[in-house]
């Protein structure tokens, strides 16, 4: 049974920093972060491959940081310069062949 825990989200004002936190129970080539906000669909943020390669999403450039244990099979996405439209839900995500595998979401709400 695959389990993805996620951690680090919260309240931050605008300008701020969080830190969000993802532990899986087994190793993955690919880890990632999606969010989802309100009305909106799901959309990648940032991913990073067990080799140290990283994916941004344009929102995410610059402000944004991705990277990994892989002795603790733990990806993070450290935020900075947050603004209102970061605001989501933000998931944990692992493909694996045919399937795709989701952290529980946590909330990141950055308020003006």
């Known amino acids: 049974q695959v389990q993805l825990v996620e951690s680090g989200g919260g309240l931050v004002q605008a300008g701020g920093s969080l830190r969000l936190s993802c532990a899986a129970s087994?190793?993955?080539?690919?880890m990632g972060w999606y969010r989802q906000a309100p009305g909106k669909q799901r959309e990648l943020v940032a991913r990073?491959?067990?080799?140290?390669?990283?994916y941004y999403a344009d929102s995410a450039k610059g402000r944004f940081t991705i990277s990994r244990d892989n002795a603790k099979r733990t990806v993070y996405l450290q935020m900075n310069s947050l603004k209102p439209e970061d605001t989501a839900v933000y998931y944990c995500?692992?493909?694996?062949?045919?399937?795709?595998?989701w952290g529980q979401g946590t909330q990141v709400t950055v308020s003006t």
């Open positions: 995500h692992v493909p694996d062949g045919s399937r795709d595998y």
């Open positions: 087994v190793s993955f080539n690919v």
């Open positions: 990073m491959l067990s080799g140290g390669s990283t």
